[in-house]
């Protein structure tokens, strides 16, 4: 099931300084061949437009 959540939810759940470490990890993952990010697909409906986003990183836990 998915979870919608706004912007201000996202503010008050996430830190920013785990948040922009955790980027910062990541894309040295990406460099190293330990992560993956897929390019943003989209879908197209009749009633709007569905972004399918995802990555994956092994080393990440």
């Known amino acids: 099931m998915a979870r919608y959540i706004t ?4 503010r008050q759940l996430v830190d920013m ?3 922009l470490a955790t980027v910062e990890r990541v894309f ?5 061949g330990a ?3 897929v390019p943003r697909q ?3 409906l009749p009633r ?3 972004h ?10």
């Open 28 to 32: 040295a993952e990406l460099g190293t």
């Open 52 to 61: 399918h986003m995802m990555a994956a990183c092994r080393a990440c836990r």
């Open 7 to 10: 912007e201000a939810q996202v």
């Open 42 to 44: 989209r879908l197209y």
């Open 35 to 37: 992560a993956e990010n």
């Open 17 to 19: 300084r785990v948040a």
């Open 48 to 50: 709007g437009t569905m």
